[in-house]
């Protein structure tokens, strides 16, 4: 089995997220043509996770070489070089963790969407200007249900009731709470079919938003495969990181359609 053949082996069994290796050195001389003479090969190891932090790959690369000599000929190419294991710019943990991150967005924003009762969430992005600064609303007060069409808000120190009060109402939310003693009622109006019309056609627009940034990752990474696989990357090495990298962008288009489908039929059960 030729160097390049058996790195290409190894690379494959290296190129799912996760895998750790060592690497081990051959007691043997082999034949010329086939592995150098203590050659190091890389041994996956047991602890092998489904992700890692780093994706490496080992086939050879080839140095071609074409000097003009004294009387004008060319030199032959040069044979293959084993240069080891190639660090490579594509990280599919990056590019799951980006991913991640805006199908998590989408979730939370989702939560603050009202369906018509009251729920704690619709606050949460709340940001509560004070003297110096803002702050987030869960952070400066509890957030409870009182009944099912109001929320409570019981602020962690009097001096902050009235900058709250104003906050919420100004937050876009379609909401006008009103101070009672040391707490804030924050009624949540009953939804109407143009209010769920008008909430549905938001939700589709978030829904956008949140695959449109999980495309964009894709499209790096695609572009980070494209530049690894100009080093002699083998293509059959190219198209199994290509469905890798589709097969984790399906994953997460497909956990934002059923966020959205789930809050959809809470909508519309209101």
């Keep these: 089995m030729s ?12 190129r799912r997220p996760g895998c750790s290796f060592r690497i081990a050195t051959p007691a043997t001389t082999v034949a010329s043509g ?8 890389l041994i996956p190891t047991a602890s092998s996770n489904l992700f890692s932090q780093q994706q490496c790959r080992g086939y050879g690369s080839s140095k071609k070489g074409a000097k003009k000599g004294k009387g004008g000929s060319k030199k032959g190419k040069e044979d293959d ?28 924003e989702l939560q603050a969407v009202r369906a018509g009762r009251a729920s704690p969430a619709i606050l949460n992005g709340v940001r509560v200007v ?17 009944d099912a ?28 709470p009103r101070i009672e003693k040391d707490a804030i009622i924050v009624p949540v109006p009953k939804s109407t079919k143009e209010s769920r ?10 829904a956008e938003n949140a ?3 999980v495309r964009k990752n894709r499209q790096d990474a695609m572009k980070r495969l494209k530049a690894d696989s100009k080093d002699n990357m083998p293509p059959d090495e190219v198209k199994a990181w290509e469905k890798d990298i589709q097969t984790v962008t399906d994953k997460y288009t497909g956990r934002i359609e059923d966020q959205l489908k789930a809050k959809q039929r809470e909508i519309e059960r209101t």
């Design 3 to 14: 160097t390049r053949a058996l790195f290409a082996i190894t690379a494959r069994q290296l």
């Design 81 to 108: 070089e084993d240069s080891g294991p190639v660090e490579m710019t594509l990280d599919l943990d990056k590019m799951t963790e980006q991913m991640e991150h805006s199908v998590g967005r989408f979730a939370e």
């Design 149 to 176: 069409q109001n929320l409570i808000v019981i602020p962690n120190s009097p001096d902050t009731q009235r900058p709250i009060e104003t906050s919420i109402r100004s937050a876009g939310l379609g909401l006008n």
């Design 197 to 206: 019309e008008k909430l549905l056609k938001s939700l589709g627009a978030m």
């Design 211 to 213: 695959r449109v940034h």
């Design 130 to 146: 004070l003297k110096g600064g803002s702050a987030s609303l869960p952070d400066l007060a509890m957030i409870a249900v009182k």
């Design 34 to 41: 086939s592995l150098c003479s203590r050659q190091p090969l």
